[in-house]
């Protein structure tokens, strides 16, 4: 009888990320791939997603965000949201909760530091010996140093620490805060705000309005109202949502990012 070697185990394989509005139609996502793989032979590769719309910052770090929310310790992910690629803006290595985030400093890592850091920056200062892309630090800089930071490379073999990376004009709300905003609507229509638990006593028992429009009081389900009834109620991120049942909220109520969301009575 033949005896095949097990498997390594799967917890021992190093996880990469990557969320890009690179799209699928083209080689950039599989073109970084490839580098990840050969620094990194034993990685397991996870998207997150390649369709975040192009150049949108906001909407790629609250997408990020999630990832590392998600995602055990010790996953690199690699984010490339990058309009200023080629210019003399700085990549960032960050690490929040065991785990590391290598992408552009542009704001990318904002939600995720705001929400589950702060955590530690570094600039990422390793450059390759061979020619670069103006036009592709996503496969000829950061993948590597994803690559190389997943196969075990310290930290500060590729980076030296900084205090302060680019952050975006958007914080969590706070129970002080007498309005909040959208800041994320998802291929359902539904419209994620930055009220989190620290605010929510202060939203709990008040009716809830958006673009002066009346959505209700908090509810627990999609189904707490008749289908095509909008509602409030706390999404899967932990954070308050204005949904429509049955139907999209960005269509029936207009909704857009930057929407003020505010809780009144």
Request: include cysteine; glycine fraction near 8%; aromatic fraction near 6%.
């Amino acid at each position: 009888m033949s005896r095949t070697r097990p498997a390594p185990a799967a917890t021992n394989r190093p996880i990469v990320t990557l969320t890009t509005d690179f799209g699928t139609r083209d080689f950039y996502a599989a073109a970084m791939k490839a580098v990840l793989i050969g620094h990194c032979p034993a990685v397991r590769l996870i998207d997150v997603t390649h369709d975040i719309p192009r150049h949108d910052l906001l909407c790629g770090s609250i997408t990020l965000e999630r990832a590392v929310d998600g995602f055990p310790p010790r996953t690199v992910h690699l984010a490339v949201v990058d309009p200023g690629v080629g210019t003399d803006r700085r990549i960032l290595i960050a690490e929040l909760k065991n785990q590391w985030i290598v992408c552009p400093d542009n704001g990318l890592i904002t939600w995720a530091w705001r929400r589950l850091g702060p955590g530690h920056a570094y600039e990422l200062t390793w450059r390759p010996e061979g020619p670069v892309s103006n036009t592709f630090h996503g496969r000829d800089i950061m993948a590597p140093a994803a690559g190389m930071l997943a196969d075990g490379t310290p930290v500060r073999d590729l980076a030296r620490p900084i205090d302060d990376p680019i952050l975006l004009d958007v914080t969590p709300a706070t129970p002080a805060d007498r309005a909040a905003r959208v800041i994320h609507i998802d291929q359902f229509g539904n419209a994620t705000t930055n009220i989190g638990h620290e605010a929510l006593a202060s939203f709990a028992n008040k009716v809830i309005r958006v673009r002066n429009r009346t959505v209700g009081k908090l509810r627990r389900t999609y189904w707490d109202v008749a289908p095509g009834k909008p509602l409030a109620l706390i999404g899967s991120s932990g954070l308050l949502e204005i949904a429509v049942r049955d139907g999209s909220a960005q269509d029936a109520l207009k909704l857009k990012v930057g929407d003020e969301v505010r809780g009144e009575g």
